[in-house]
């Protein structure tokens, strides 16, 4: 087990009515008397999740400014205009009602609004995030893990650039997690979340570093959990326990704990993020993609061009998440083990509902010139750590994925 630094602040507040409890929860910290309420595209408003969380607020006397319309896969020009909104209403926190799009914008003003200079210096290289605005997220769709994670993902539609930049300064402070919110989300964004939760385990799970069975247990463990889950909510959508099991796994598949002793550095989250990178370069080419259901058709492409770097750690997690082994230890066998435990995983993305070609997302071949221009400009000529991928290496995964 490698060494590592973990600091996970966020307060949980979960279950039922847990978002009827934001104003009371709120009321018993210092300082946290304006808030700028950060929301998306209108789907809180229609699902009355915002009304109920408005009335928590107005019972316990919090202000707020209400800053709506952010999209998915959120665009740098709303967090500009959410940094003017937060200077000009003396607001002292940030409170995103929403999924990833909305919390990594709401972190963003965070940062942004404390800093001299413009915001997409933190996604340029210019600056690093050393301080924060107190955000407390209230999650209405299980995805991204933004209500506790160390990153913030941004588009700049000018530079048709998608870019990360990670910190401890945003984890938010409290996340308001109640199920029961999430019972009125569509099917193809409830298995896009379980997809990306998946991925976020995997990219740590197949980092390059050799077995740590805790982690690894606990990783195998959670995604059978969400595998048993999917199908429960994708029947009944209404079914509590399940949606449960889906939230609370959203948490743990992204605030770092099951990549813990994984990495090479202590400071750094585990694993090289190479399908992260691949997808990132198609969410922000086309924003109507969604980031879960490109990584169900990335990931695997991704898998298949790569497991021979370390077959092991393929065949431990067939193990454990599939109960699939090789007849014997000839390398064909390991290849055979290999190829079903990958076909195995694509086929429950697919059981739920997602693509398994970039085509399906409408996206062409000739396309792909123009993901590895943004990818190079993001990650350089190589990038990764299971196996070091040269622009070559992206152009032959994202073929595959045709
Ligand atoms: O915009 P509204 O109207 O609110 O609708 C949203 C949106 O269309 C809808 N929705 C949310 N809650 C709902 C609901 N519809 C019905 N009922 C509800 N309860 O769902 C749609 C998707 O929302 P979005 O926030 O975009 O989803 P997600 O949580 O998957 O976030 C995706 C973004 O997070 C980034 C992705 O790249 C993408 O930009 N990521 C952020 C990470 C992080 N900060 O740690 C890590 C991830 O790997 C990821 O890159
Ligand atoms: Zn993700």
């Known amino acids: 087990m490698n060494d590592f630094i973990f600091c996970s602040p966020t307060q949980f507040v979960f279950g039922h009515g847990a978002n009827d409890k ?4 709120l009321a018993q910290r210092e300082g946290f008397k304006r808030a700028l309420l950060v929301y998306g595209q209108g789907s809180v408003v229609r699902t009355g999740t915002l009304d109920r969380v408005k009335k928590s607020l107005d019972a316990a006397g919090i202000e707020y400014v209400e800053f709506g319309g952010v999209r998915p896969n ?3 020009n709303d967090v500009r205009k959410g940094i003017e909104a937060v200077r000009e209403n003396d607001i002292d926190f940030i409170l995103p009602v929403g999924g990833g799009s909305t919390i990594d914008c709401a972190k963003a003003i965070g940062f942004g609004a404390l800093h001299n200079g413009d915001v997409w210096d933190f996604f340029s290289g210019k600056a690093a995030v050393e301080r924060c605005m107190p955000i407390v997220a209230v999650l209405t769709i299980p995805a991204a893990g933004s209500e506790a994670s160390s990153s913030c993902v941004i588009s700049n539609d000018e530079l048709g650039l998608k870019k990360g930049t990670n910190g401890d300064a945003f984890r938010p402070v409290m996340a308001f997690m109640d ?4 019972f009125t989300l ?10 990306d939760m998946i991925a976020h385990i995997c990219e740590r799970f197949f980092s390059g570093v050799g077995d ?3 982690t690894d247990n606990m990783a195998c463990d959670v995604i059978r959990a969400l595998m048993d889950a999917a199908p429960q909510v994708l029947e009944n959508p209404e079914d509590y326990d399940a949606r449960a099991a889906i939230m609370w796994a959203s948490t743990l598949a992204h605030n770092d704990v099951l990549g813990l002793g994984r990495s090479t550095n202590p400071a750094s989250r585990a694993g090289g993020w190479e399908s992260h990178a691949l997808e990132h370069e198609l969410s922000a080419f086309d924003p109507k993609i969604t980031h879960g259901a490109a990584l169900a058709v990335i990931m695997p492409a991704w898998m298949r061009y790569v497991w021979r770097e370390d077959p092991s750690r393929f065949l431990l997690f067939g193990m454990n998440v599939f109960g699939i082994e090789p007849i014997d230890d000839t390398d064909e066998a390991v290849e055979d083990a290999v190829t079903v435990i ?3 995983l ?5 059981s739920m509902g997602m693509p398994t070609k970039l085509g399906d997302f409408g996206l062409k071949p000739e396309n792909i010139d123009a993901f590895l221009k943004t990818l190079e400009a993001n990650k350089g000529s190589v990038f990764g750590g299971f196996k070091k991928l040269t622009m070559d290496d992206a152009r032959a995964i994202y073929e595959s994925a045709f």
């Open 22 to 25: 934001i104003g009371e929860m």
């Open 74 to 76: 959120p665009e740098v």
């Open 179 to 182: 199920p029961e919110v999430t």
């Open 186 to 195: 569509p099917a193809y964004q409830t298995a896009a979340g379980v997809t």
């Open 212 to 214: 740590v069975p805790v």
């Open 342 to 344: 990958i076909d195995e």
């Open 346 to 350: 694509q086929g429950f993305f697919a």
